[in-house]
């Protein structure tokens, strides 16, 4: 699983850092991004499909599988 | 505070200062969403009051036909005075972009993760201290002895002002917010609170400190430095958004945990569920209603909005939508899926909402810890205010 976060959607409400600190980080702005590529592992997936479920922006996304 | 007069006809003729609705509003949305999503009324000017998650995030998002210019659920209808001190309101919570963008981006850094973590420890030793001037009561005010006092303090060390005169901030504050159908009363808190910062502001030009405030004073944008109202704005701004919204939040979390004790006991039996617990806290008791000013005629689901009109963006109401949150109704402390937008959406997300969500853990866990079993006091009463910020005013609770 790959997830990405879209700087334009994203407005800082921090939610996807404080359910997954693993997985986002945010700078001082509030915005936040992914952890390296984005590549969870495998453990992570439910924390990763739960911050994508509780941004109130949509601003994350899983990523296709890539070829 | 003014009287209002009884609501017949809800869809047509609301009035979000009614006492019931103030009281408890959640009847109201549920009956307008199905019947009415967007209510109008023609007092205090023409106002809307969209009622659906999806409404209101869509509102929120389109800065282009809903402007942040004027904010207040309550328009003030006194007398302006010809050269308004805050020629620029209180930005950038009253801009729309581009005076928002740079203004908000001088505040958020205060109210970054790490900057929060920093003023997490004074919160915790402020609430101890709190709790122990009336734990040994078996009583107290929850509200008032504990929830009010709690977010001034600790904004008033970011802005570097003196924390004696918290209950003085307070006290303007509430003129300002909660007394806004009361023209002189709100005019007077905001005068009190613009000498201050008038004065504030000239102390800081003799000597500087490491406060919000200074560093404000300091800031340069295009080699200039800020004008001295926007300065004040913003100041001001900082302390009136942090503190009756945050304490409304602690408060309706403290009513709630008072009411049921099997949520106030999986709180201490359970702490893995803290961070979904304060989630659903804000979500099923979120405090702050914004407005916007429709910027042109338009229409939406419906609804023909005029230039002018104000738009009372309900995200407490969006919170409670069926149509996004199964049993919206109910505290569930570990809903895990819980898209709330207490803290708005779009480009005017709340900058303090990193700070409100430590107060709210941080007073609840102490409380907790010193007073895990408390309970409403019979027969004494709970007051609620409403309109911009809802939440307890007075909350009678025993713990014997």
């Given at each position: 699983?790959?997830?990405r976060v879209d700087p334009d959607k994203c407005q800082?409400?921090?939610?996807?850092?404080g359910?997954a600190?693993?997985l986002f980080?945010?700078d001082?702005?509030g915005?936040?991004?992914?952890?390296?590529?984005g590549t969870?592992?495998?453990?992570?997936e439910?924390k990763a499909?739960l911050a994508?479920?509780n941004?109130?922006?949509?601003?994350?996304e899983?990523l296709?599988?890539g070829? | 505070?003014?009287?209002?007069?009884?609501?017949?006809d809800?869809?047509?003729?609301?009035?979000v200062m009614?006492?019931?609705y103030v009281?408890?509003p959640?009847?109201?949305?549920?009956m307008?969403?199905e019947?009415?999503?967007i209510?109008?009324?023609?007092r205090?000017?023409?106002?809307?009051?969209?009622?659906r998650?999806?409404d209101v995030?869509?509102?929120?998002h389109d800065?282009?036909?809903?402007?942040?210019?004027?904010?207040?659920?309550?328009p003030?209808?006194?007398?302006?005075?010809?050269e308004?001190?805050?020629?620029y309101g209180?930005p950038?919570?009253?801009a729309?972009?581009p005076?928002?963008?740079w203004t908000?981006?001088?505040?958020l850094?205060?109210f970054?993760?790490?900057?929060?973590?920093?003023y997490?420890?004074l919160t915790?030793?402020?609430?101890?201290r709190?709790i122990e001037c009336?734990v040994?009561?078996?009583?107290?005010?929850?509200?008032?002895?504990y929830?009010?006092q709690?977010?001034?303090?600790?904004?008033?060390?970011?802005?570097?002002v003196e924390?004696?005169?918290?209950d003085?901030?307070?006290?303007?504050?509430?003129e300002v917010?909660?007394?806004a159908d009361?023209?002189e009363?709100s005019?007077?808190?905001?005068?009190?609170?613009?000498?201050?910062?008038?004065?504030?502001?000239e102390?800081?030009r003799?000597?500087?400190?490491?406060?919000l405030?200074?560093?404000?004073?300091?800031?340069e944008?295009?080699?200039?430095?800020?004008?001295?109202s926007?300065?004040?704005?913003?100041a001001?701004?900082v302390l009136?958004?942090?503190i009756?919204?945050?304490?409304?939040?602690i408060g309706?979390?403290?009513?709630?945990l008072?009411t049921?004790?099997?949520?106030r006991?999986r709180l201490v039996?359970?702490?893995e569920i803290w961070?979904?617990?304060i989630e659903?806290?804000?979500?099923?008791y979120?405090?702050?209603t914004?407005?916007?000013?429709v910027t042109?005629?338009?229409e939406?689901?419906g609804?023909?909005m005029?230039?002018?009109?104000?738009?009372l963006?309900?995200?407490p109401?969006?919170?409670?939508?069926?149509?996004?949150f199964?049993?919206p109704?109910?505290?569930v402390l570990?809903?895990?899926?819980?898209?709330?937008?207490?803290?708005?959406?779009?480009i005017?997300?709340c900058?303090?909402s990193?700070?409100?969500?430590?107060?709210?853990?941080?007073?609840?866990e102490?409380w907790l810890a010193a007073?895990p079993e408390?309970r409403?006091?019979e027969?004494?009463?709970?007051?609620?205010?409403?309109?911009?910020?809802?939440g307890?005013?007075?909350l009678p609770v025993v713990?014997?």
């Open positions: 699983m790959r997830i800082g409400h921090a939610r996807c850092y359910l600190p693993e980080d945010v001082d702005y915005t936040s991004s992914v952890v390296g590529d969870v592992p495998p453990e992570l439910a499909r994508i479920a941004c109130p922006e949509f601003a994350i899983e296709a599988p070829p | 505070m003014t009287t209002t007069r009884p609501v017949s809800w869809t047509s003729d609301f009035d009614d006492p019931d009281r408890s959640f009847e109201t949305w549920r307008l969403r019947s009415c999503p209510a109008h009324t023609n205090r000017g023409s106002n809307w009051l969209p009622t998650y999806e995030t869509a509102i929120a800065i282009e036909h809903f402007s942040s210019i004027e904010v207040g659920v309550i003030f209808d006194g007398e302006e005075p010809d308004p001190v805050l020629a209180l950038p919570i009253s729309d972009p005076l928002h963008t908000r981006r001088l505040l850094p205060w970054s993760h790490r900057r929060v973590e920093g997490e420890d915790r030793q402020l609430c101890r709190l009336f040994e009561d078996g009583r107290a005010d929850a509200a008032a002895d929830a009010q709690i977010p001034v303090r600790v904004i008033s060390h970011i802005l570097g924390e004696d005169l918290s003085t901030f307070t006290g303007w504050v509430r917010l909660e007394f009361d023209a009363r005019l007077h808190g905001m005068e009190g609170l613009l000498n201050y910062f008038v004065a504030e502001v102390r800081r003799r000597g500087p400190g490491g406060d405030l200074s560093e404000l004073l300091r800031t944008v295009d080699g200039q430095p800020i004008d001295d926007i300065v004040m704005g913003a001001a701004l009136i958004a942090g009756d919204t945050t304490w409304s939040a309706s979390s403290l009513w709630h008072a049921h004790p099997e949520d006991r039996a359970e702490p961070p979904l617990a659903e806290l804000l979500r099923a979120s405090p702050v914004m407005a916007r000013i042109g005629d338009v939406l689901n609804c023909p005029k230039a002018g009109d104000r738009i963006l309900s995200f109401a969006a919170n409670r939508d069926p149509e996004v199964e049993r109704d109910e505290v570990d809903r895990a899926h819980n898209r709330h937008v207490a803290f708005g959406a779009g005017h997300r900058a303090g990193n700070l409100a969500r430590m107060e709210l853990r941080v007073a609840l102490e007073i408390f409403l006091e027969g004494a009463e709970v007051t609620w205010a409403g309109g911009q910020v809802r307890p005013r007075q713990f014997p």
